[in-house]
């Protein structure tokens, strides 16, 4: 059956948070709100690279989400210290690249504003790789539409837990496809040719939500058709090609707790960028204020990562009405006097369409010719065409 996981996953969340702590690990809940903790966001992996921690500040009374910390001395003790600079506020960057290793104790150190903080030792988990990333057209609740899930098949009996993040990009066009534009010169407007690429673009979003899997009770021990995201059949993401890389961290029974908590208790798309209805410990702790609020989670974690790439004729009718983010309806043409169309280019409000019999340029909203307004008309270095 499709999704089990999934669904089994959503199950234990719903499972009262007494039984949830019994089952797993015990972490410190504080139902009273709070005026402001430190947030404290870092995952160092087995990949080679120069890995990054993120520090701010959030309260409880703000809605606008947290402010960046800057000024922190960040550093990562291990088989060596590994120290991490400011890259832009509230961004820390490690100076050299690595690879956690495993069998080493990890421990993140922070000194800030003459406070200390330090991570409980983390180590590497066990390795599992995704198997098979794929999208099939279901319907799913209610709705049509494309399912992109991933099986795995674990050879590490120590790899149980998993936390998923994606980073989907996809190719769209403008509404219309054209070759000229208008601009002023000497408070008149000019037909020249086009002066940039508007009708092919790109967008690029990550994930927002938590996405967790846990094969620990299972009876195999492998991830099955578990659902990464799911996209409307009228959603413009579809409209021309599509590309989904996911990235599975192998997380430990703690992590994978925190983060099951932190999605009940937030219920929100984002949960470091809103206030907080109640805080709850993590693993990082000021060492000589152990009663001061940390947010957060620092982990070690080992990653697989696969991408794939569709069409929409893969799914859909190649000469059925694509789904776009601006409608056709809402494209409609005018003739404006020059005097408010010089205003409306001024503005960027309207864009070139055509000339009418009698000389008159008739234009549209800009939204309906300038891809731009919803991405970028820059290819990124991996897509595949």
Not at 4 to 28: A, D, G, N, T, W
């Amino acid at each position: 059956m499709r999704y089990i996981l999934k669904y089994k996953k959503r199950f234990f969340i719903v499972i009262p948070l007494m039984v949830i702590l019994s089952c797993i690990e015990e972490i410190p809940l504080e139902s009273d709100g709070f005026e402001e903790a430190l947030v404290i966001e870092g995952t160092v992996t087995n990949e080679v690279k120069h890995h990054e921690i993120r520090l701010s500040k959030v309260f409880a009374i703000d809605s606008t989400g947290p402010k960046p910390l800057t000024g922190a001395n960040v550093s990562l003790s291990g088989n060596k210290e590994y120290v991490f600079e400011e890259a832009e506020p509230g961004v820390y960057i490690s100076l050299d690249s690595f690879a956690a290793q495993p069998a080493i104790e990890y421990e993140l150190n922070i000194l800030v504003n003459n406070k200390e903080y330090k991570s409980q030792s983390m180590q590497l988990p066990g390795n599992s790789k995704i198997g098979k990333l794929q999208a099939n057209r279901i319907d799913y609740g209610g709705e049509n539409g494309v399912a992109i899930t991933l099986n795995n098949q674990n050879i590490d009996q120590t790899a149980n837990y998993y936390r998923y993040e994606y980073v989907e990009t996809f190719k769209f066009n403008s509404n219309y496809k054209k070759v000229k534009d208008l601009i002023i010169v000497n408070e008149e407007p000019i037909e020249v040719p086009k002066q940039k690429e508007e009708y092919t673009c790109y967008q690029t979003n990550k994930s927002q939500e938590i996405i967790l899997a846990n094969t620990n009770s299972l009876s195999e021990d492998a991830v099955n058709n578990l659902l990464i995201k799911f996209i409307s059949s009228d959603s413009p993401i579809l409209s021309n090609r599509y590309s989904i890389l996911v990235k599975q961290y192998v997380i430990s029974r703690e992590a994978y707790t925190y983060y099951e908590i932190l999605e009940e208790l937030s219920g929100l798309e984002n949960v470091f960028t809103q206030s907080q209805p109640g805080f709850f410990a993590g693993n990082i702790s000021n060492i000589n204020k152990p009663e001061e609020k940390v947010i957060g989670y620092f982990d070690i974690s080992s990653v697989s990562t696969k991408r794939v790439y569709f069409n929409y004729e893969d799914f859909y009718d190649a000469n059925s009405i694509k789904p776009r983010f601006v409608s056709f309806a809402q494209c409609e043409v005018t003739t404006p006097s020059t005097s408010t169309l010089i205003a409306q280019l001024e503005q960027g409000i309207v864009r070139w369409s055509g000339v009418t019999p009698t000389g008159a340029f008739m234009v549209v909203p800009t939204r309906c010719v300038d891809c731009t307004v919803f991405g970028s008309n820059k290819k990124p270095e991996f897509w595949e065409d």
